[in-house]
């Protein structure tokens, strides 16, 4: 295994940069990290429809989670490989391809994650704000929101881990993300797709394993400040 | 670009392949379900076992699996795995079906992994005198486990359970990587096929929902007749 990681070291780890297009587990993370960023004021968004009273912006805003959570994101992979083009008239590339599938497919997620953690505060919060003069949208921006996001946290990181996992569906559209490259490899390497798999199989381990504990402790961490308040 | 026509795809040839697919793909969450359900009911039980290395195992399990993408699980199990075993096995195993074996194989890990952390969450809502009482008059750890807790703690694990299959029916799709013939592959053929990309995944995107729909009622009916009693 080690002459593998000597030899083919660097591509895995960059793909072809700066020769040639940037890849392999750096374009995951940059691939997962821009993907939840772009995401998080998506999910946003669809959290506030999904609690508005107003039932023209909740209904179809439910409709939508509840068609998106249904669908596995290869479909709104293929979606967004055919659409993508037809709608800006222009040949998107498996990044963008990728990316636009992401924010849509963790914008839904993070909704329900952005919902729990705003009807997990105190109604409290929002009627003495309220009462304070603050309109609807500056109180969710300045007491609701930032209140929440500290005990969204763990979840965020969770689903960061989720998005990583997911980018490896990038592979079939042959993005240059890790796992395609590890299958380049496997290509030059014809006899040792054992070792390189098991390979792909440690990156994401040793990537996710410690990100979901740091979840974890956040999660410890954040409950013990909020019981001294 | 040619109008939306679904008729292409609603009968004839091309309507065949996605129904088989639409078939296989039903097939593979249903004979994953039955095998990952009782490993993952072994796996939760040694989560809780009385002896630490029991319980090392498991909690090693669940999380090298969990934290793995189910493509590099399904690449391994089709392109590494079948390297281990002896040549005349595998050569007897490529003249078979090995897509689809390689698939449910990686399907049934990563499922288990994720169904015994349900069914663990549920046991631990069980109080833990029940546990003793058992042990108490007689029973053993397994025969308490088994006539005790378990049952008591269906009310619990059943819902997360359902949506976990909600789960495991849209990663069948991902069998497509290693060419298993199922909904999502047999979309991508009619596609590529018959340039009727937009018919073929509206089709496509159906079926999945569908399916979806009919597990998610199933699960608010579990918990509308069945809801959890508070001890």
């Known amino acids: ?229 | 670009m040619n109008t939306f026509d679904l008729s292409i795809v609603l009968s004839g040839q091309y309507h065949e392949w996605l129904v088989s697919g639409f078939l296989l793909s039903i097939q593979l969450a249903l004979i994953t379900l039955v095998i990952a359900l009782p490993l993952a009911i072994i796996l939760a039980v040694l989560r809780l076992a009385p002896y630490a290395p029991l319980r090392g195992i498991s909690i090693t399990y669940v999380e090298a699996i969990r934290n793995v993408p189910l493509l590099a699980h399904m690449l391994f199990w089709y392109f590494g795995a079948p390297e281990l075993l002896p040549p005349p096995i595998k050569s007897w195993i490529y003249q078979h079906n090995i897509e689809a074996v390689s698939a449910v194989i990686a399907l049934v890990l990563y499922t288990a992994a994720y169904m015994a952390e349900d069914i663990r969450s549920g046991l631990r809502a069980i109080p833990k005198e029940q546990m003793e009482a058992g042990r108490t008059l007689g029973f053993g750890f397994i025969s308490t486990m088994r006539l005790v807790i378990l049952p008591q703690s269906l009310r619990v694990t059943v819902p997360p359970l359902i949506s976990q299959t909600l789960n495991l029916w849209k990663n069948t799709s991902i069998a497509m990587v290693i060419g298993v013939g199922e909904m999502m592959y047999q979309a991508q053929q009619v596609e590529s096929a018959t340039f009727r990309g937009f018919e073929s995944f509206a089709v496509t995107t159906a079926g999945y929902i569908s399916v979806s729909i009919v597990i998610t009622l199933l699960s608010s009916w579990y918990q509308q007749r069945y809801p959890v009693r508070s001890a």
């Open chain 1, 1 to 229: 295994m080690l002459d593998i990681i000597q030899t083919y070291g660097l591509y895995y780890l960059i793909g072809q940069y700066p020769n040639g297009p940037l890849g392999g587990l750096l374009m995951t993370l940059i691939l997962a990290a821009s993907a939840l960023v772009l995401a998080f004021p998506v999910g946003v968004l669809l959290a506030l429809c999904r609690i508005s009273p107003f039932a023209i912006l909740r209904v179809p805003v439910t409709g939508i989670v509840y068609v998106l959570r249904g669908t596995p994101l290869l479909m709104v992979i293929f979606w967004a490989y055919f659409l993508l083009p037809t709608l800006t008239g222009q040949r998107t590339d498996q990044f963008g391809t990728m990316l636009a599938a992401l924010v849509i497919f963790d914008g839904v997620y993070l909704a329900e994650i952005i919902r729990a953690g705003i009807l997990g505060l105190p109604r409290g919060q929002m009627e003495s704000s309220r009462s304070l003069g603050f309109s609807y949208l500056s109180s969710m921006l300045l007491v609701i929101l930032p209140q929440a996001f500290r005990n969204m946290l763990p979840s965020l990181v969770n689903q960061f881990v989720s998005t990583i996992k997911e980018t490896s569906l990038g592979y079939i559209i042959s993005l240059s993300e890790v796992s395609f490259v590890a299958s380049q490899i496997s290509a030059q390497l014809p006899t040792k797709p054992l070792q390189i798999y098991a390979l792909l199989g440690l990156t994401y381990f040793v990537m996710c394993f410690s990100l979901s504990r740091f979840a974890y402790w956040l999660e410890k961490h954040l409950a013990v400040r909020s019981a001294k308040v």
